[in-house]
């Protein structure tokens, strides 16, 4: 990977392909590995024809980590994802994210909109607004010194994940405790640009795409059937749809 910096921090990225650019955003406790090249979209975008560019959040991945709740908050990521596309001189770029990169993506498309060609909400529908219930016990399972201790089942959940992923679980819980800012329904009808929500029909933590697109004036809700938060990130159907939602809208 290569590295760009802002804001104090040293962030690492990918830029693949050629065509219309599209910038990746990945979710809590992942990278750019385990959420987009792992799953095969920066395959699938790149031979579709998108110049695919995607970064390790701070505190992730290869990226510099910081335990400060105060560096997480989504605005601040919202920056490091416009500080990308500076540094590789890109004026305009469709937008994906996943989980918490859903909502980096909507808080970038209203601070910079004119850099937002589109946008695609994976992962996270309904609590964008509505929130998506109590993290603390995800937070004390991230602290946690033996896992086997941890009951609180999604506490488990997320603590499997940063392990697997090799993740610092000290920066994971301090991006926990101030990325999950909601947004409020106003906000979410200044969203102007064309917008997919798509989340699993078993993804318990994202809540519904239709309700959030309804707020938006140019929005569409997709449901990845059968597929809970976690699977749905590499979903055939998933895939298709995104696919089929960039070729409708082009730069």
């Known amino acids: 990977m290569d590295f760009f910096s802002h804001d104090g921090f040293r962030l690492a990225y990918i830029d693949e392909g050629e065509g219309d650019p599209v910038l990746l955003l990945h979710g809590f ?3 750019v590995r385990v ?4 799953p095969g979209w920066v395959k699938t975008l790149r031979e579709a024809g998108y110049r695919v560019v995607a970064f390790d959040h701070r505190g992730h991945g290869n ?3 910081s335990y400060e709740p105060a560096d997480y908050t989504p605005s601040q990521m919202a920056g490091d994802a416009v500080a990308c596309l500076d540094h590789l001189g890109i004026g305009r770029a469709h937008v994906f ?3 918490m990169g ?3 993506a909507a ?3 209203l601070a910079d909109p004119a850099r937002v060609a589109s946008l695609i909400f994976g992962g996270l529908g309904i609590g964008m607004v509505e929130g998506v219930g109590d993290w603390d016990p995800i937070a004390d399972a991230l602290a946690a010194a033996d896992p086997a201790a941890i009951t609180h089942p999604r506490g488990k959940m997320f603590r499997a994940f940063a392990d697997q992923t090799k993740s610092d679980r000290r920066a994971l819980a301090a991006c926990i405790a101030t990325s999950r800012q909601e947004l409020t329904p106003a906000q979410m009808a200044r969203i102007t640009q064309p917008t997919l929500v798509a989340v699993g029909t078993k993804d318990e933590i994202g809540g519904p795409a239709a309700p959030l697109a309804a707020m938006m004036p140019d929005a569409e809700g997709f449901e990845i059937p059968g ?3 976690m699977l749905s990130v590499g979903d055939r159907t998933f895939k298709a749809k995104v696919l089929e939602f960039l070729a409708a809208h082009p730069l």
């Open 97 to 99: 994210g996943y989980s």
């Open 63 to 65: 990226s510099d980590k």
């Open 35 to 38: 959420n987009w090249i792992n």
């Open 107 to 109: 808080f970038m498309a």
């Open 227 to 229: 597929r809970d938060h």
């Open 102 to 104: 859903a909502r980096v």
């Open 29 to 31: 406790a992942s990278s």
